[in-house]
Structure formats: C-alpha cells, structure tokens
C-alpha cells in the first residue's frame, strides 16, 4: 500500500447476503465496501453543491488484495486516502480490517483510480483546483 495520507474510516455491517456458501464474504462485497468508505472520503473533496451532470469522476480501475476471510459475525471498518495525485486522475487506497474477535487485522486492501471527467464536453479534465487542492491537503496530514 502506499503512503497514507488523513484517511476516513467507515464501519461496516456484514449483512447475511454478503456471505456465501463456504461462510465467508463474497470477493465481489469489498468493492461495496470500498465505495462506502470512497464516497465519506469524497464528501471532504468535492463540494456538496457540485453539478455532477457538468463535471464529476470517472472510476477507472478498481484492485482488491485478498488477505483474509471476514465472517457473518465480525465487525469490520472501511478505510480508504488517497495515495497518489495526477493531472487528471488519482488514486484512493483503501483498507478493510477485522476489528473483533479471534484474528482482528487487514482482511483485504485495494486501491481505485479516479479520473475527472468533464461530461459536456464528454473527455477527461484536469483535477479542479478546488479539489486538488483538499486532496492535497488530506495527503499531506
């Protein structure tokens, strides 16, 4: 993982459909989480008022490192910063962790790429200077 920056942390409620057969949480159910804990971290950058039909992002890639099995019954909290800023896109790391039990620590970690998009013009757009600038200040603390 990258170097962390302020991050947000989201706690997550394993919900009975998460679970498959084998009693664990589906691969597919952390990019859930990842978003959950990516739209808190959002809420810091974007401003509340921003036209998303104008201007907005793009997720362009998405990576999940598997390291161990969460359960029906473990609490779980999201973490993601952001670990590496562009001229038009950035990377958001993320972290979920098992904070109870017999086994708390990292179950998985991944990362996003984020690209700014401007969708009048419909092409990719340079970060906007407002939130370049709070992504920096995030990553810098």
């Not at 997550?12 to 679970?19: I, T």
């Not at 804990?37 to 950058?45: G, T």
Request: proline share 4%.
């Amino acid at each position: 993982m990258a170097a962390q920056g302020r991050s947000v942390r989201v706690p997550v409620q394993v919900r009975f459909a998460d679970v498959d057969m084998a009693g664990h949480v589906h691969n597919s159910v952390y990019l859930h989480w990842f978003e959950l804990a990516r739209m808190e971290y959002l809420k810091q950058v974007i401003p509340a008022g921003n036209d998303w039909r104008a201007r907005g992002l793009i997720l362009a890639r998405n990576e999940v490192d598997h390291r161990m099995p969460v359960r029906l019954n473990d609490a779980i909290v999201a973490e993601a910063w952001c670990s590496a800023i562009g001229r038009s896109s950035f990377d958001l790391s993320y972290r979920i962790q098992r904070t109870d039990g017999e086994r708390p620590g990292v179950c998985a970690e991944g990362r996003s790429v984020l690209v700014c998009f401007d969708y009048v013009n419909e092409r990719s757009m340079a970060i906007p200077a407002d939130w370049n600038q709070a992504l920096d200040a995030l990553t810098q603390h």
